[in-house]
C-alpha cells in the first residue's frame, strides 16, 4: 500500500486548504483513514478518522474547523480545513490501517500566517 498526499501550502490565518490523500493498493474500502499532524518540536497527534463505515472523530483542537471524507471509487481521502490558525501549521500526513497493518504517507506541509 502507498499513500500520496498533496495539497499543503502558505495560507493566511482564516483561510481555508484541502489536503488530498491517494492510496495505491489494498482493499481501500476497508481500511480505517486518518490524517495526523506534527508540528515542530512536538509529537504527531491524531487530527480526524473516518472508518470503513463513515464514522468519523476528530481532535478537540480541529472540530468544527476540519472535516475528514473518503471516496472510496477513487482511492482517495480528504481534509478540508477552514477556519486555519497560526497552531496549525505542521506537517501533515495520511494514513491507513488495513486489518493489522499501518501505512504513513511522505506528509504536506500546511503553514498558516498570522
Known amino acids: 500500500v502507498q499513500l500520496q498526499a498533496s495539497g499543503g501550502g502558505l495560507v493566511q490565518a482564516g483561510g481555508s486548504l484541502r489536503l488530498s490523500c491517494a492510496a495505491s493498493?489494498?482493499?481501500?474500502?476497508?481500511?480505517?483513514l486518518a490524517w495526523y499532524r506534527q508540528a515542530p518540536g512536538k509529537v504527531r497527534e491524531s487530527v480526524a478518522l473516518i472508518g470503513s463505515g463513515g464514522g468519523l472523530s476528530y481532535a478537540d483542537s480541529v472540530k468544527g474547523r476540519f472535516t475528514i471524507s473518503r471516496d472510496n471509487a477513487k482511492n482517495m481521502v480528504y481534509l478540508q480545513t477552514n477556519s486555519l490558525k497560526p497552531e496549525d501549521t505542521a506537517v501533515y500526513y495520511c494514513?491507513?490501517?488495513?486489518?493489522?497493518?499501518?501505512?504513513w504517507g511522505q506528509g504536506t506541509q500546511v503553514t498558516v500566517s498570522s
Open positions: 494514513n491507513a490501517v488495513y486489518g493489522s497493518a499501518m501505512y
Open positions: 493498493g489494498g482493499r481501500f474500502s476497508s481500511a480505517v
